[in-house]
C-alpha cells in the first residue's frame, strides 16, 4: 500500500508580498542595497537606514537611545552608529529570492546585464539609462514620462485586458443584436406567411364567388327558360281540353249546319296548334371559360399576384444631409441609403421612422417621402428659429451620425435678384410696381427708364414694352386683366392705358376729371379698372369702357377713411384691399368690410393676396430718434428697416421676410407666383428680389 504525503500550499500576490515583507513600516519605501538597507533592530523589527538615521538625527537630546517607530521599545544605539545595526539578511534572502523571479520577467539590458530597463511613455520606447546617457530621441529627459519597464508591462497588461473586456462586451452585444434580429428575422417570416395565407384566402373568395355568380347564371337561366316552356305546356294543354270538348258533343250533333261550322272551326284550330307544336324556347346551355383571354389574364394577374419586398440596406452607413431651414418655410432632410459594401441603393419600401423634436422637446410634424431609388425626403415646417433634433431609424436601428441636429433660422434669405441702377438691358431704375404674368412671366414697372421690363420665369429678359403710356418717368401703377394685357396709371398725365402685352401699343386709353396724384392701379375678375388716389384720398372704378361706375372714400383716420394711400389689390370675391398705414378691406361694391392691421408707424409701400387669402404687405418703419444727440438713426440708411409681412386672412401676422444679408429698402410692390414665391420691387436698391414665403 502506497503512502500518501498532503501538501500545503499558499498562494502569495507578489504585491502584497512586497508590502508586507519588502517594505520599511515607517517610510513605506521597498528595501535596496543602498540608502535603503534593511537594519535589524534588537526589538526584532526591521527598519531601513535612511529613517534611522532621520529618527535618531531629530532627537533634541543626546540620550545615547530611540524608540522603535514601530513597537516603541526603548533602543540603545552601538558604538558605530546606525552602520553598526546588523542588516536583515531574512529581508536580504527575500530580496535576493525576489530579484531572481523578477530576471524572467523584466528584461534586462544586453549591454548592461545589471541595469533594469525604463520604459518611456512620451516616445513610446524601451531603453537603458546607460545606453541612452539620460537623453533619448533627440530631446532631453526632462521632456519624457519615463517609468520602470515593470511598471509598463503592468500598465500595458491591464490596458490590454480592459480592451479585451471591452471588444468582449461589444461582442456581447453584437451577438445579443444579431441573435435578436435573427429573432425578428422569424417574426417577420411569420407575419408574411400569414399575409400570403390572408391574401390567397382573399383570391379563393373572389374566385368561390365568381363560381358562385355563374352557377346562379346558370340556375336563373333554368327558371327562364322552364317558365317559357311551362306557360307553353299549359296553353297546350288548354287548347287541348277545349278540342276534346266539343269532339264529345259531335256524336249527338245531327244539324248538318252546325257539323259543318265545327269542322271549320277544328281546321282553323289545326293551324294554331302546328304552331304550338314548336317549342318557344330551347334547352341549349353550354358553359365556356375559353372564348376569350379570360383564363389566361387570371393566370397571369396570380403569377403577378403578391409581392416580396425585402431590403439590403444598412442603417449605420445610410447618411441624412439636411436643406437650409427656415423658419415658416417649408424644407426637407434627405436620406440615403446604402448597403453593408457602402453601395448605394437603387429602390425604395424601407421603413423609415422619424422623430423631429425642438429644443423644449415639442414634436414637430414631419411627413417622409420614399422617392423609389434608394432616397428619401422627410418634409416638414419649422415654425420658429431655434434647433431641431431629428432622429431616424430604419429597421428601429439608427442611422449615421443619429440625431442630426438641424439649425433653423429666423431670416429668410432672397433666393434670387435681377438688377442694378442704369438704363441697361440687365438695370433697373425707380422699379415701382410687379405684376404676374402667364407662365411666371414677371412685369417690372421700371419708371426712371419710362418701360415695362418683362422677365421669364428663369429670370432671362424677354422684352421691353413703353414709352407709350409710361413715359416721363411717371408710371405708378400697375397690374394685368384676366386676358393678358397690361393696366398702367401714370400720375403726371393722368391717364389709365391698356397696352398690349407683346407689342406695347395702347389699346385704350381713358382719365378721370377728379384724378390728382393716382398712385396705384388693380384690375378685378371682369377686368375692371380699379384706381387709387392718394390725394384725393379716393378709391375710383372704372367698367371695361372705361366709364367711372364707382368711386368711395374721403380723408381722415376712422374706418372708410383714408390718410395718404399707397398701394391696392385685388381679394377674394373681388374685394378692394387699400393700403396707407393701415389695411383696409372693401367690398366690391365699395363698402367698408374690416381692416386687417394698423402698423401706427411706418406705411404700407405694396400689396397683394394669394390664392389661399394669406395677405402679403410690403412695410417700411419710421426711423427713431437717436437718445444722446437727438439726430435720426438710419435703421437701413433709407427710412427703418423694411419688411414683408405676411398676414393670415382674420388679420393676425404670421411672420415676416427679413433678409440678415440683402435688407430690403423701401420694397414698394410684390407679385405672387407659383410654387409660394414672391417677387418684390425693392426701390431703395434699384432691383427686384424673389423669396419663398411659404
Not at 542588516?87 to 530580496?95: D, E, G, R, T
Not at 390718410?563 to 393701415?582: P, Q, T, Y
Request: net charge neutral.
Amino acid at each position: 500500500m502506497m503512502s500518501s504525503t498532503l501538501v500545503e500550499t499558499v498562494s502569495i500576490n507578489y504585491e502584497d508580498f512586497n508590502d508586507s515583507f519588502l517594505t520599511c513600516g515607517t517610510c513605506l519605501c521597498t528595501y535596496d542595497g543602498q540608502d535603503r538597507t534593511p537594519k535589524l533592530l534588537p526589538c526584532s523589527h526591521t527598519v531601513c537606514r535612511n529613517c534611522l538615521e532621520r529618527i535618531i538625527a531629530a532627537q533634541t537630546l543626546d540620550t545615547g537611545s530611540f524608540r522603535c517607530p514601530i513597537c516603541r521599545e526603548n533602543i540603545h544605539i552601538p558604538q558605530g552608529g546606525v552602520s553598526a545595526f546588523p542588516p536583515s539578511f531574512i529581508v536580504n534572502q527575500l530580496l535576493d529570492l525576489m530579484a531572481q523571479q523578477r530576471r524572467d520577467i523584466i528584461p534586462k539590458c544586453s549591454a548592461h546585464p545589471t541595469q533594469e530597463l525604463l520604459f518611456c511613455e512620451t516616445c513610446d520606447i524601451v531603453f537603458c539609462v546607460q545606453c541612452v546617457e539620460g537623453n533619448h530621441i533627440g530631446r532631453g529627459a526632462s521632456e519624457h514620462t519615463v517609468i520602470p519597464f515593470a511598471i509598463a508591462i503592468k500598465r500595458m497588461s491591464e490596458i490590454l485586458l480592459y480592451k479585451a473586456h471591452l471588444c468582449i462586451k461589444n461582442l456581447n452585444s453584437a451577438y445579443e443584436a444579431v441573435s435578436e434580429e435573427l429573432r425578428q428575422l422569424e417574426l417577420s417570416v411569420d407575419k408574411t406567411l400569414d399575409s400570403i395565407n390572408r391574401s390567397f384566402q382573399d383570391v379563393m373568395a373572389v374566385v368561390e364567388k365568381r363560381r358562385h355568380d355563374c352557377l346562379q347564371w346558370v340556375r336563373k337561366t333554368r327558371e327562364e327558360k322552364k317558365t317559357i316552356l311551362k306557360e307553353q305546356l299549359d296553353l297546350i294543354q288548354a287548347e287541348k281540353e277545349k278540342v276534346q270538348l266539343e269532339c264529345d258533343g259531335l256524336q249527338y250533333q245531327v244539324e248538318v249546319r252546325n257539323i259543318t261550322k265545327k269542322i271549320s272551326d277544328l281546321n282553323e284550330k289545326l293551324d294554331t296548334t302546328s304552331t304550338l307544336s314548336e317549342p318557344r324556347e330551347n334547352s341549349f346551355m353550354q358553359y365556356e371559360y375559353k372564348h376569350n383571354d379570360a383564363l389566361r389574364e387570371v393566370a397571369k394577374a396570380i403569377s403577378n399576384f403578391g409581392t416580396l419586398r425585402v431590403s439590403t440596406t444598412f442603417p449605420a452607413l445610410t447618411t441624412a444631409e439636411s436643406k437650409k431651414a427656415t423658419a415658416h418655410l417649408r424644407t426637407s432632410v434627405k436620406i440615403f441609403t446604402v448597403d453593408y459594401h457602402g453601395v448605394p441603393r437603387s429602390s425604395g419600401g424601407d421603413p423609415i421612422c422619424v422623430d423631429m423634436r425642438t429644443e423644449k422637446g415639442e414634436s414637430v410634424d414631419c411627413k417622409v417621402k420614399d422617392n423609389d431609388d434608394g432616397s428619401y425626403e422627410v418634409l416638414y415646417l419649422p415654425t420658429r428659429p431655434g434647433k431641431l433634433k431629428m432622429s431616424v431609424t430604419i429597421f428601429n436601428r439608427p442611422i449615421k451620425d443619429n440625431p442630426l441636429v438641424i439649425d433653423v433660422s429666423e431670416h429668410i434669405e432672397p433666393i434670387w435678384r435681377f438688377g442694378t441702377r442704369g438704363a441697361g438691358e440687365d438695370n433697373l431704375n425707380q422699379p415701382t410696381r410687379i405684376a404676374a404674368g402667364p407662365e411666371d412671366a414677371v412685369y417690372v414697372l421700371d419708371t426712371g427708364n419710362s418701360r415695362i421690363k418683362i422677365l421669364g420665369k428663369d429670370g432671362s429678359v424677354l422684352r421691353h414694352l413703353g414709352p407709350s403710356g409710361v413715359e416721363h418717368q411717371s408710371a405708378t401703377g400697375l397690374s394685368v386683366t384676366t386676358n393678358g394685357e397690361i393696366a398702367v396709371i401714370n400720375w403726371r398725365s393722368k391717364l389709365v392705358s391698356i397696352l398690349d402685352p407683346v407689342e406695347g401699343s395702347i389699346i385704350k386709353q381713358y382719365s378721370c376729371p377728379e384724378f390728382i396724384d393716382p398712385i396705384d392701379i388693380a384690375v378685378n375678375s371682369r377686368n375692371e379698372v380699379i384706381v387709387a388716389d392718394s390725394s384725393a384720398h379716393k378709391i375710383f372704378k372704372f367698367d371695361q369702357s372705361g366709364n367711372l361706375v364707382l368711386t368711395f372714400g374721403s380723408q381722415g383716420d376712422k374706418d372708410g377713411q383714408f390718410k395718404d394711400i399707397h398701394a391696392i389689390c385685388i381679394g377674394k370675391n373681388d374685394e378692394i384691399l387699400v393700403a396707407d398705414h393701415r389695411i383696409q378691406i372693401f367690398s366690391k361694391d365699395g363698402k367698408y368690410s374690416r381692416k386687417v392691421v394698423d402698423s401706427g408707424e411706418g406705411s404700407y409701400g405694396g400689396i397683394t393676396v394669394d390664392t389661399g387669402g394669406n395677405i402679403l404687405a410690403t412695410i417700411t418703419e419710421k426711423a427713431f430718434k437717436s437718445e444722446n444727440k437727438g439726430a435720426t438713426k438710419d435703421k437701413g440708411s433709407c427710412g427703418g428697416r423694411s419688411y414683408v409681412h405676411i398676414f393670415h386672412s382674420n388679420g393676425k401676422l404670421l411672420y415676416s421676410i427679413d433678409s440678415s444679408t440683402d435688407r430690403l429698402k423701401r420694397p414698394n410692390g410684390l407679385a405672387i407666383i407659383s410654387d409660394f414665391r414672391v417677387v418684390v420691387a425693392d426701390l431703395g436698391n434699384n432691383c427686384i428680389k424673389k423669396y419663398y414665403y411659404k
